[in-house]
């Protein structure tokens, strides 16, 4: 394979293919910034016999994006192709990323990487990179929102719940699990509580048609309220 850079239609089309498939955001190519303006520039690694992107990686030149004076720059996007038996793509990439900054009088090259990435830093410790104990302040984004929301209910919905609960938790709605099984949980914002049972909500009857219709629901539903219930057991 050989390594080059993106400049057409095709490029960016199989970029976004690779980010896609390694749950990293596609882009955009007509909002980038010009390279000559400070703008990213991006490498692909191309096989040779079949002409297909097999791994690609973007990279930032300091003093051309900021005038700056430490004349750094940095390594972002890094992605291969994870169907690739190609040995070592990643690390081509990122030697030859390298190379072209320092062949532009550029002092050094940084990083940042997810801490549960373990693929990505021993990448990076083999290429005798190092830790720097900085502080730094990160905007929200599809790549690290997980690491905003925190843990979100662990209970184990179905797929027509599990949309709205975690839509609720990326937005910040508080989410209380009702019973997991049902479908039903609590919705509660600011002072505000709503109960649903996956898409409905107390808004309407849903909820309190399912917990009258589902014997065993409305014996939990009132001991949970505080109510004291007779013994049930399953007829027959």
Same mark, same amino acid.
């Not at 050094?108 to 083999?126: G, I, R, T």
């Not at 048609?209 to 014996?219: E, G, I, N, V, W």
């Given at each position: 394979?050989?390594?080059?850079?993106?400049?057409?239609e095709?490029?960016?089309?199989?970029?976004?293919?690779?980010?896609?498939?390694?749950?990293?955001?596609p882009?955009? !190519?007509?909002?980038?910034? !010009?390279r000559?303006?400070?703008?990213?520039?991006?490498?692909?690694?191309?096989?040779?016999?079949?002409?297909?992107?097999?791994?690609?990686?973007?990279?930032?030149?300091?003093?051309?994006?900021?005038?700056?004076?430490?004349?750094?720059?940095?390594l972002?996007?890094?992605?291969?192709? !994870?169907?690739c038996?190609?040995?070592?793509?990643?690390?081509?990439?990122?030697?030859?990323?390298?190379?072209?900054f320092?062949?532009?009088?550029?002092?050094?090259?940084?990083?940042?990487?997810?801490?549960?990435?373990?693929?990505?830093?021993?990448?990076?410790?083999?290429?005798?990179?190092?830790?720097?104990?900085?502080?730094?302040?990160?905007?929200?984004?599809?790549?690290?929102?997980?690491?905003?929301l925190?843990?979100?209910?662990?209970?184990?919905?179905?797929?027509?719940?599990?949309?709205?609960?975690?839509?609720?938790?990326r937005?910040?709605?508080?989410?209380?699990?009702d019973?997991?099984?049902?479908?039903?949980?609590?919705?509660?914002y600011?002072?505000?509580?709503?109960?649903?049972?996956?898409?409905?909500?107390?808004?309407?009857?849903?909820?309190?048609?399912?917990?009258?219709q589902?014997?065993?629901?409305?014996?939990?539903?009132?001991?949970?309220?505080?109510?004291r219930?007779?013994?049930q057991?399953r007829?027959?």
């Amino acid at each position: 394979y050989r390594i080059r850079r993106a400049h057409n239609e095709a490029d960016w089309q199989a970029i976004n293919n690779l980010y896609l498939a390694r749950g990293m955001l596609p882009i955009d !190519p007509a909002l980038l910034t !010009p390279r000559h303006q400070g703008g990213p520039v991006y490498w692909v690694a191309e096989d040779e016999g079949s002409n297909t992107i097999i791994g690609s990686v973007m990279g930032l030149n300091h003093q051309k994006a900021f005038n700056d004076p430490e004349k750094g720059s940095s390594l972002w996007c890094l992605a291969v192709d !994870p169907q690739c038996t190609r040995p070592g793509v990643g690390e081509v990439l990122v030697r030859h990323l390298i190379e072209h900054f320092m062949s532009r009088g550029l002092s050094y090259l940084d990083l940042s990487v997810l801490h549960d990435n373990e693929q990505a830093k021993a990448l990076y410790a083999k290429l005798n990179f190092r830790n720097l104990p900085t502080f730094a302040i990160k905007r929200k984004n599809g790549i690290n929102e997980s690491l905003f929301l925190g843990p979100g209910p662990q209970a184990d919905f179905n797929p027509y719940a599990r949309i709205i609960v975690e839509e609720a938790h990326r937005r910040g709605i508080d989410v209380q699990v009702d019973d997991a099984d049902a479908g039903l949980f609590t919705l509660c914002y600011g002072g505000r509580r709503i109960r649903c049972r996956e898409s409905l909500s107390d808004l309407t009857s849903a909820v309190s048609m399912t917990l009258c219709q589902d014997k065993s629901l409305t014996h939990r539903a009132l001991k949970a309220a505080g109510l004291r219930l007779p013994a049930q057991q399953r007829a027959g």
